[in-house]
């Protein structure tokens, strides 16, 4: 989804990822869904499309 459409859709979901064109969203994303796991992707991981790199951050946020 769109960053427009996240007001829309942030309820149906665990995690929030933002991509590097939007990271400077993330403190407002983290304040405005307190109970979501939020992260951003970097451009090397965006580029790479890195599934495996992707879902490791991910297992390793919601262990914590």
Do not use: C, H
Not at 20 to 36: N, T
């Amino acid at each position: 989804y769109d960053y427009s459409s996240l007001p829309d859709v942030a309820e149906e979901t665990q995690i929030i990822i933002l991509g590097p064109q939007i990271a400077w969203a993330l403190e407002d994303v983290k304040r405005d869904y307190p109970d979501k796991i939020v992260l951003t992707l970097g451009i090397q991981e965006f580029g790479s499309m890195n599934g495996e790199r992707l879902k490791s951050r991910i297992d390793e946020l919601m262990e914590k």
